[in-house]
């Protein structure tokens, strides 16, 4: 299977969105940005923010749509038709309110489970035939509490946990570039956390 060319971080744009848990797919883009020493530019015809890396000896674009969660898909699409590339070569992270703060999981396919980024995705690209990473945010307790949980920053405890997970993806992405996602997820899930 053909390894990924492109990495989306799904989130809001702004400083008051900054470290919200929605934005745990940005979070995630910026920490391999950093690791990478690459930095991010604007780019008006892809409705983002994108960089560009080398990982593996593979070059990589990272992208961070600026049209808000609910609209991520003008921005992906625009990508995909832009760099050319194939759906099933994208990975797409996002917050996950299933998944307890500190987990990480990978995944091809499947449905939105009502994540609002992923909903429009699938609106501009089709169904789900790309990878994801789902980092946990955990759940609130309560269906009314949740937008004010997404929304929100979390506690000092939760976001080491957001970090250490992410750190944990990240030292599993050279196996998925280079196209060994099996090999990824494997390691990926079976870390502490």
């Known amino acids: 299977m053909a390894g990924l060319r492109l990495v989306v971080g799904l989130g809001n744009p702004g400083a008051e969105h900054l470290g ?4 745990a797919g940005f979070w995630f883009v910026d920490a391999l940005a ?15 923010e ?8 593979e070059p990589v674009w990272l992208l961070k749509p600026t049209t808000y969660m609910n609209k991520s898909g003008l921005s ?3 990508a ?21 703060a500190g987990t990480a999981r990978l995944k091809f396919d499947g449905g939105h489970g009502g994540q609002n980024g992923l909903r429009d995705l699938f ?7 790309f990878h994801r990473l789902r980092v946990g945010i955990g759940h609130p307790g309560h269906r009314d509490r949740v937008l004010s949980w997404v929304l929100g920053r979390p506690g000092a405890k939760d976001e080491q946990a957001i970090i250490n997970a992410v750190s944990d993806a990240l030292d599993v992405l050279p ?3 280079g196209g060994e996602f099996e090999k990824a ?9």
């Open 123 to 129: 609106a501009h690209v089709g169904h789900g035939k």
């Open 80 to 100: 995909l038709r832009y760099y050319k590339i194939d759906p099933s070569q994208m990975l797409v992270a996002h917050d996950d309110l299933d998944l307890p």
């Open 175 to 177: 196996l998925a570039v």
């Open 185 to 193: 997820m494997q390691r990926l899930h079976t870390t502490a956390g």
């Open 20 to 23: 919200t848990r929605h934005n």
């Open 50 to 57: 994108t960089a560009k890396v080398v990982i593996g000896g």
């Open 76 to 78: 992906v699409s625009a």
């Open 34 to 48: 950093e690791r990478e020493s690459a930095r991010f530019g604007i780019d008006t015809k892809l409705h983002g």
